[in-house]
T-cell receptor
Framework: GAGVSQTPSNKVTEKGKYVELRCDPI?????LYWYRQSLGQGPEFLIY????????DSGLPNDRFFAVRPEGSVSTLKIQRTERGDSAVYLC????????????FGNGTRLTVT | AQSVTQLDSHVSVSEGTPVLLRCNYS??????LFWYVQHPNKGLQLLLK??????LVKGINGFEAEFKKSETSFHLTKPSAHMSDAAEYFC????????????FGAGTRLAVHP
């Protein structure tokens, strides 16, 4: 079946611009996660949704980052006033229930801020 | 606080020889530990998970890991490397015991030579 889909796969933007990254989780998965993977590092947790609500957003680095999941399925990660330090691969994952279900990761969106 | 340290950033082995990827963890309580693999241009895939049952955990593709509390280690091994094992491997600890608060190590890149 279809896995977690992330679009676009690559995004190049200029410093100061606004970007949106989209994640389509596996159908029926209630839990959705965003991680950020900088070059040479392991993924870092950003935010976790259970259904439509953000159950844990403690990993968002600052108020330029925001994520939504209005209908409990697709999620959008939004970054305002992008900075060069935001360049990374943004990973999305979903799971069927959250706490005790394995995560299924998408291939990620590579964001480059010039 | 939980953390993981992957002791080698790069490991190179010959096809057919054993693989050892080293990981040490730090946790204020009994941790849940994982190994994930990331092939180029593909999503992260769960190899195996330890959750305080058997200390020797068997995963997919012939990999296994042994939890050693006295050494705070969770090394990943495979008896015989295959070319298809070349990838990035991440040791992961959970802050919560489940899947929704994962802390990744920096990764070990495994190269397999003919």
């Amino acid at each position: 079946g279809a896995g977690v889909s992330q679009t676009p796969s690559n995004k190049v933007t200029e410093k100061g611009k606004y970007v949106e990254l989209r994640c389509d989780p596996i159908s029926g998965h209630t839990a959705l996660y965003w991680y950020r993977q900088s070059l040479g590092q392991g993924p870092e947790f950003l935010i976790y949704f259970q259904g439509t609500g953000a159950a844990d957003d403690s990993g968002l680095p600052n108020d330029r980052f925001f994520a939504v999941r209005p209908e409990g399925s697709v999620s959008t990660l939004k970054i305002q006033r992008t900075e060069r330090g935001d360049s990374a691969v943004y990973l999305c994952a979903s799971s069927s229930t959250g706490e005790n279900s394995p995560l299924h990761f998408g291939n990620g969106t590579r964001l480059t801020v010039t | 606080a939980q953390s993981v340290t992957q002791l080698d950033s790069h490991v190179s082995v010959s096809e057919g020889t054993p693989v050892l990827l080293r990981c040490n963890y730090s946790s204020s309580y009994s941790p849940s530990l994982f190994w994930y693999v990331q092939h180029p241009n593909k999503g992260l895939q769960l190899l195996l998970k330890y959750t305080s049952a058997a200390t020797l955990v068997k995963g997919i593709n012939g990999f296994e890991a042994e939890f050693k509390k006295s050494e705070t280690s969770f090394h990943l091994t495979k008896p015989s490397a295959h070319m298809s094992d070349a990838a990035e491997y991440f040791c992961v600890v959970s802050r919560s015991g489940g899947y929704n608060k994962l802390i990744f190590g920096a990764g070990t890149r495994l190269a397999v030579h003919p």
